[in-house]
């Protein structure tokens, strides 16, 4: 908000002075980051929901194979901790990438970011390879309620991945047009924590549904 002041320089003739209010600046500041960090987070405590409804359902329905193969029939362990390690190296390579955006080092922080991305891909190749592999077995979703839940939890986390690599993808570009300015900042955070979540999900999945589905 302005004000108008009024001067006299002589008889006849005035000046006339336009003042800022130093508090109409701050009245109508904005900050973005604030409600991109909140509805981001809000996303993915739905997220978490998702999952934990998953999870759930695999809790109950999960034993019931319907006399047909069950989780140590099927199960390569060696194969799904090697997919274990790419998803988790790729976490690694994530944080430093991270460490070169606050460096202002935008070739690091690309390079690193491609890093996790080849990460991430082999993991989903892993998966994809798993699935084809089930689905020649005859180990297909409508073969038991087991196998429905074990597709849809897998399943949707692989999807969450994908998502993942996409956005990875177009925050490259983003990086390589417009540098680490304020926007592409958020946009690395924000990714940041996505991707440690399905991390964090992911470990979930093997412990639980994996491991304890073969040991138990």
């Not at 990438?97 to 082999?122: C, D, H, P, Q």
Request: charged content about 10%.
């Amino acid at each position: 908000m302005a004000h108008t002041m009024q001067s006299t320089t002589g008889p006849t003739e005035r000046v006339y002075h336009v003042v800022e209010d130093p508090h109409a600046h701050a009245e109508h500041a904005h900050h973005p980051e604030t409600g991109t960090n909140l509805g981001f987070w809000i996303y993915l405590m739905s997220d978490c929901l998702i999952f934990a409804i998953l999870f759930a359902t695999h809790a109950v329905i999960g034993r019931n194979y319907a006399a047909g193969p069950s989780p140590a029939d099927l199960f390569d362990l060696k194969l799904i901790l090697v997919a274990t390690f790419m998803l988790l190296f790729s976490s690694i390579t994530y944080g430093f990438a991270m460490l070169n955006s606050y460096r202002n080092n935008v070739r690091g922080t690309i390079t690193w970011l491609l890093v996790t991305g080849v990460f991430g891909l082999a993991f989903l190749g892993i998966e994809i390879y798993e699935f084809q592999h089930l689905a020649h077995l005859g180990a297909t979703p409508q073969r038991s309620a087991f196998l429905s839940s074990f597709f849809t939890l897998v399943g949707t986390h692989g999807l969450h991945v994908t998502f993942g690599l996409i956005w990875l993808v177009t925050l490259v570009f983003q990086l390589k047009k417009h540098g680490l300015n304020a926007a592409n900042n958020r946009r690395l955070m924000c990714l940041s924590m996505f991707w440690h979540f399905l991390d964090v999900i992911w470990i979930g999945v093997f412990s639980y549904v994996y491991l304890m589905g073969v040991v138990g």
